[in-house]
């Protein structure tokens, strides 16, 4: 069965501090993962995903398929970057088309 | 187009009433996903549909839930006799994989539902 963890359920950082949010994954195929960003009062939405290898509002995040893990990760925190943070897997080898999700991580940046 | 849109976004029901919500995807989205979400905790999938096929069903997904989407546009989601358990906020979203490995699947404000 596929799982994802995120050990953190609050994480907060200073203003310019950097921040990492982790996340571990659990899975015996080939997984596809994905960052989704939830901010207050807005509907959940994609920040990253791995295969793009892109930065997005200054995040980046690497899969570690030795580690099994897909941390995020922004060198300078920003006030607007508070939010809840969800880890997702898929698999991409044709299986499940459902996201396996962590429970989330609760980002403050404080002043 | 606004996104996927969601009614009701909140539902409070008693114990043992069904309930039906609807889910209105991204126009020429052929997937279509529902998902769950209890306090605390992330999404948990549900099912999918591409176009009117049902084609992907999760163990929590009870035979108490049914869900439809009878002319791969809109779909419903039907719980029967409810029971508290069920109280979560109920997720849609759609997507349009035309080349899959760049699939992104767009979510609905969500329906928040309360059995009491």
């Known amino acids: 069965a596929q799982r994802v963890t995120q050990p953190e359920k609050l994480l907060s950082v200073f203003k310019g501090a950097p921040v990492e949010l982790k996340c571990n994954y659990s899975?015996?195929?080939?997984?596809?993962l994905f960052w989704y960003v939830q901010y207050s009062r807005q509907r959940l939405q994609l920040l990253l995903r791995?295969?793009s290898r892109e930065s997005i509002k200054g995040f980046t995040a690497d899969l570690n398929k030795g580690e099994t893990s897909f941390h995020l990760k922004k060198p300078f925190a920003q006030e607007e970057d508070s939010a809840m943070y969800y880890c997702?897997?898929?698999?991409?080898?044709?299986?499940?088309?459902?996201?396996?999700f962590g429970k989330g991580t609760h980002l403050i940046i404080q002043p | 187009d606004t996104g996927v849109s969601q009614d009701p976004r909140h539902k409070i029901t008693k114990r043992g009433q069904n309930v039906t919500f609807r889910c209105d995807p991204i126009?020429?989205?052929?997937?279509l996903y529902w998902y769950r979400q209890t306090l605390g905790q992330g999404p948990e999938f549900l099912t999918y549909?591409?176009?009117?096929?049902?084609?992907?069903k999760s163990r929590l997904l009870s035979d108490r839930f049914s869900a439809e989407r009878p002319k791969g546009s809109f779909s419903t989601l039907e719980i029967q006799r409810t029971e508290q358990g069920d109280s979560a906020m109920y997720l849609c979203?759609?997507?349009?994989?035309?080349?899959?490995?760049?699939?992104?699947?767009?979510f609905g404000p969500g329906t928040r539902l309360l059995v009491l």
């Open positions: 979203a759609s997507s349009f994989p035309g080349l899959r490995r760049v699939e992104t699947q767009y």
């Open positions: 899975y015996s195929g080939s997984p596809e």
């Open positions: 791995h295969i």
């Open positions: 997702a897997l898929r698999d991409s080898g044709g299986g499940a088309d459902g996201l396996t």
């Open positions: 126009s020429e989205h052929n997937r």
């Open positions: 549909f591409q176009n009117e096929a049902q084609l992907e």
